[in-house]
T-cell receptor, first 114, second 112 residues
Framework: DGGITQSPKYLFRKEGQNVTLSCEQN?????MYWYRQDPGQGLRLIYY???????QKGDIAEGYSVSREKKESFPLTVTSAQKNPTAFYLC?????????????FGPGTRLTVL | AQSVTQLGSHVSVSEGALVLLRCNYS??????LFWYVQYPNQGLQLLLK??????LVKGINGFEAEFKKSETSFHLTKPSAHMSDAAEYFC??????????FGAGTRLTVKP
């Protein structure tokens, strides 16, 4: 089946630790995105990538880092510099028809800082 | 800059009643508009989208939305609510290749 997978589904982290969230897609999409979701705030864009080896900051990139070494993969690292990392993280991808194309979402990773 | 506003963070309806979830957009160019649904602890699933074809768009699960340029609105409706419709709904606008903006979401509760 084609789709987007995210792992793990639940992640717990101690303060001061970096953690990496996985996102893999087999839709052959060029563009991939990371969003953060907090209650009552909708989705906020962290980073996006239009093509392999290239990515851009979104609205709330501070404390996060990404890489795009393969078309299928777009991992997100939540660093210790992120002041309030507890949230639900969603990965998405989009085909090459630009603004009219649908973003497809993974099932999400819930990160909790202990 | 493009943006969307969803009126009402929480809407409650009785089973069988009309569902109306409101979305207004702001865009400097003709927008592309989307409605997504999210069930608890899951990702977002596309319900429907408007891409400048017919102004009345039909989606999955009996939902539809009408694009009204004069009112800058794209409200989501369903004639008869079902218990399985209880979820959070997001309106989104896109006007450039890599910039989709989401509303804050509306949580729909369906009472038996």
């Amino acid at each position: 089946d084609g789709g987007i997978t995210q792992s793990p589904k639940y992640l717990f982290r101690k303060e001061g630790q970096n953690v990496t969230l996985s996102c893999e897609q087999n839709l052959n999409h060029d563009a991939m995105y990371w969003y953060r979701q907090d209650p009552g705030q909708g989705l906020r864009l962290i980073y996006y990538s239009q093509i392999v080896n290239d990515f851009q900051k979104g609205d709330i990139a501070e404390g996060y880092s990404v890489s795009r070494e393969k078309k299928e993969s777009f991992p997100l690292t939540v660093t210790s510099a992120q002041k309030n990392p507890t949230a639900f993280y969603l990965c998405a991808s989009r085909g090459d028809r630009g603004a009219t194309d649908t973003q497809y979402f993974g099932p999400g990773t819930r990160l909790t800082v202990l | 800059a493009q943006s969307v506003t969803q009126l009402g963070s929480h809407v409650s309806v009785s089973e069988g009643a009309l569902v109306l979830l409101r979305c207004n957009y702001s865009s400097s160019v003709p927008p592309y508009l989307f409605w997504y649904v999210q069930y608890p602890n899951q990702g977002l699933q596309l319900l429907l989208k408007y891409t400048s074809a017919a102004t009345l768009v039909k989606g999955i699960n009996g939902f539809e939305a009408e694009f009204k340029k004069s009112e800058t609105s794209f409200h989501l409706t369903k004639p008869s609510a079902h218990m399985s419709d209880a979820a959070e709904y997001f309106c989104a606008v896109s006007e450039r290749n890599n910039d989709m903006r989401f509303g804050a979401g509306t949580r729909l509760t369906v009472k038996p």
